[in-house]
T-cell receptor, first 115, second 114 residues
């Protein structure tokens, strides 16, 4: 079972519409990251959130970290075809005993934005 | 030039063959990782390395081995490839940051084992 559950698994929308992707867990995380992956490429880091309740904006993308640091959301306003990709959330569980912490990845949400 | 490079980009091999995937980085990071990606499963950690003298198993290390030849080079070997090792393989690097551990990925290797 995945420590981080992403929903939905697949999202297809028209250009100009808004969308939200969710990343949920029953565990607390020290930080949470969002990556975007395009076909034939590796994931690219979009943002890292560290503080509970934190909101970060990256142009038309808004990222929020839950108050309890167990969940996060990614909201895209007025989606464009260039937003198409696999969106992955990843985090470091707070209870890890490793000296530096390993990332746990969600399974991803495939977003398709059609013109 | 890309900060993290992987070779080969695509490889088709047969069951039982030994395969090596190579990763090089110019980011100057100490930490390097190997992941595999399968549809619906996200990225799973195979091995990771603090530095040249430190190698650690990840969650799915069985059937794999690694070598950290230098700070900038980290290779993954499949000693005797089997069909369920067919997947996308990614190398990644990160700086020393326990809280963030932001990772930078290579372009991946698509491996098919027949």
């Amino acid at each position: 079972t995945q420590l981080l559950e992403q929903s939905p698994q697949f999202l297809s929308i028209q250009e100009g519409e808004n969308l939200t992707v969710y990343c949920n867990s029953s565990s607390v995380f020290s930080s949470l990251q969002w990556y975007r992956q395009e076909p034939g490429e590796g994931p690219v880091l979009l943002v890292t959130v560290v503080t509970g309740g934190e909101v970060k904006k990256l142009k038309r993308l808004t990222f929020q970290f839950g108050d309890a640091r167990k969940d996060s959301s990614l909201h895209i306003t007025a989606a464009q075809p260039g937003d198409t990709g696999l969106y992955l959330c990843a985090g470091i569980p707070s209870l890890t005993t490793d000296s530096w912490g390993k990332l746990q990845f969600g399974a991803g949400t495939q977003v398709v934005v059609t013109p | 030039d890309a900060d993290v490079t992987q070779t080969p980009r695509n490889r088709i091999t047969k069951t039982g063959k030994r395969i090596m995937l190579e990763c090089s980085q110019t980011k100057g990071h100490d930490r390097m990782y190997w992941y595999r990606q399968d549809p619906g499963l996200g990225l799973r950690l195979i091995y990771y390395s603090f530095d040249v003298k430190d190698i650690n198993k990840g969650e799915i290390s069985d059937g794999y081995s690694v070598s950290r030849q230098a700070q900038a080079k980290f290779s993954l070997s499949l000693e005797s490839a089997i069909p369920n090792q067919t997947a996308l393989y990614f190398c990644a690097t990160s700086a020393r940051d326990r809280v963030r551990n932001e990772q930078f990925f290579g372009p991946g290797t698509r491996l098919t084992v027949l």
